[in-house]
């Protein structure tokens, strides 16, 4: 059940910006200006930054609701259906001297010799790793499961699952981390986007220019990635990082919405090259991929086989995947987005009715949620993992 504080006038498609002071809402129902563009706010097209709506959820917090959720009689089928197995959940909080967060540290959990699944922690000395988790053979089988953490600097042979606990580790001398902060904006930008594309453009234009603001101590890089389909006058199109926002922005307002026809897209396609081909660096603070869609990929093993080699890829990397869903999506979409932020320790966002903007967007299987302008979302969200 989501949570709306104040009222607001529905807005559809000349939009005017208000002022206001606060993060979501402003008092008079507009927009708040706190996510005003620098000058005159126009850029790109005419639509003002604050105006798509959108709420997030974050199953890894919420636990047991996930557990119940995908245990229950509805979506008892969405793991079996993608090939996605959340049981053997097993968390791990690296600190170093002091209690400090052990940030950007490597942690294996291995089987045997044998790598099982590879992360790296983030800012908060936080990790997930999984079991088993493209099986649907879920036997817990710790025995022999070990954690190897910062190259060998500390083994772990007790290994508990998350139902018993976090594995807390201290490591005695920590190697210094770039205070470094990479986001990536990977985008359909098929037909179907058509009725929210714009006004994403423009939030994206915000946020961007938002984030070297709020951290000016930190090195800021930005890339961007359009997708479409097979078949399309294109299937990916690349900008790389960049520590120049102007580069990415640019590349931003020269796209557009088309192509497409059937329901899935090239997701598999965008994914491999926004985890594999993009150029994160080894040894940055944070690195978040923001993967904006409203279609699933097609469906079909070799596919969701690419899915699944790319994920893992993200995890040891250290990338955080936050899905954004826009008008159109289904529930397997839901879910396998969901799964994506689960297993890469990131966390899910979905666009509202509650703007006026674009089509219908589907309810999501969450508990209660905040609505929030998506500018602001995206914008906290980055903060929060780069802090």
């Known amino acids: 059940m989501k949570k709306i504080s104040i009222l607001f006038i529905v807005m559809m498609f000349s939009l005017v910006g208000c002022s206001g002071d606060g993060d979501g809402f402003s008092g008079d129902g507009g927009p708040s ?68 967060p052990a940030i950007n540290v490597p942690v294996v959990l291995q089987k045997g010799q044998d790598v099982v699944y590879a992360v790296r922690t983030d800012n908060k000395g ?32 007790d ?41 994403l453009k423009t939030e994206l234009y915000d946020v961007i220019s938002r984030v070297k603001t709020d951290n000016p101590q930190a090195s800021v890089a930005t890339s961007s990635l359009f997708y479409r389909d097979e078949g399309d006058n294109y299937v990916t199109r690349v900008s790389n990082f960049t520590d120049n926002v102007s580069t990415t922005l640019n590349f931003i307002k020269e796209q557009s919405a088309d192509g497409g026809g059937d329901f899935p897209e090239a997701v598999h396609t965008a994914l491999d090259k926004g985890v594999n081909e993009l150029q994160w660096s080894s040894n940055a603070k944070t690195r978040i991929l923001f993967l904006m869609l409203d279609a699933p990929p097609h469906y079909d093993p070799q596919v969701i086989s690419d899915i699944h080699k790319s994920i893992l890829k993200a995890a040891e990397k250290g990338i955080k ?55 602001n979302l995206m914008v906290r969200l980055i903060n929060k993992y780069a802090e």
């Open 33 to 100: 200006s706190e996510g005003a563009l620098p000058g005159n706010g126009q850029e790109p097209g005419q639509n003002e930054p604050g105006v798509i709506t959108a709420g997030e959820w974050n199953d890894l917090d919420n636990w047991d609701f996930w557990k119940n959720l995908k245990q229950g009689q509805e979506y008892g089928s969405m793991e079996t259906y993608w090939s996605f197995y959340t049981t053997s959940r097993i968390s791990v909080h690296v600190t170093g001297p002091g209690g400090v």
């Open 126 to 157: 936080k990790a997930e790793l999984w079991q088993n988790l493209f099986s649907i053979n879920q036997a817990n089988a710790i025995e022999g499961i070990t954690l190897n953490i910062n190259n060998g600097g500390v083994v772990v042979n």
């Open 159 to 199: 290994v508990k699952y998350f139902s018993e606990g976090v594995n807390e580790v201290t490591l005695t001398q920590l190697s210094g981390v770039d205070n470094r902060v990479e986001v990536a904006f990977v985008v359909d930008a098929t037909g179907s986007m058509g009725d929210e594309l714009e006004y």
């Open 321 to 375: 995947v936050i899905p954004v869903t826009a008008s159109g999506i289904n529930k397997e979409t839901e879910f396998l987005m969901r799964f994506f932020s689960i297993v890469t320790n990131g966390s899910y966002v979905f666009i509202t009715n509650d703007s006026g903007v674009g089509n219908q967007h589907l309810e999501p299987s969450v508990g209660e949620y905040e609505v929030e302008f998506l500018n």
